[in-house]
């Protein structure tokens, strides 16, 4: 079995996660979406229950290449440290509603026995 066959979709198991990269980060879109946004290490956990395995070191460029792509906004966590929450901003969500779309098309067709 081919090392990207692995379960792992994250870490050093590089071409699943580039394969995958795209779902990774319509989850965050999703989740940043909510009232309360996202925290990394939130998102770890979120993404782990979902069978994703990612390293901060993975997850926290991804959010800083999200937020420098204009789909997400962080601030400062209340209760201080450097921790920080994304939110989606108003271009993430015209973004997240073209994937929608789009994923929803594409799991039609995918689906089909
Ligand atoms: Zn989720």
Redesign the pocket.
């Known amino acids: 079995m081919p090392k990207s066959m692995s379960k792992d979709a994250g870490g050093p198991d590089k071409p699943l996660q580039r394969l995958l990269g795209g779902f990774i980060r319509l ?1 965050v879109l ?2 940043a979406a909510e009232k309360e946004g996202v925290v990394g290490n939130w998102m770890i956990e ?1 993404l782990r ?2 069978g994703y395995r990612l390293s901060p070191g993975t997850l926290y460029p991804i959010l800083h290449a999200m937020e420098e792509d204009g789909w997400l906004k962080s601030r400062k966590a209340p209760g201080g440290g450097r921790r920080r929450v994304y939110r989606i901003t108003q271009a993430g969500r015209r973004a997240f509603s073209v994937a929608q779309e789009r994923l929803g098309e594409l799991l039609q067709e995918v689906a089909e026995p």
């Open positions: 989850h999703h989740h979120e229950r979902h």
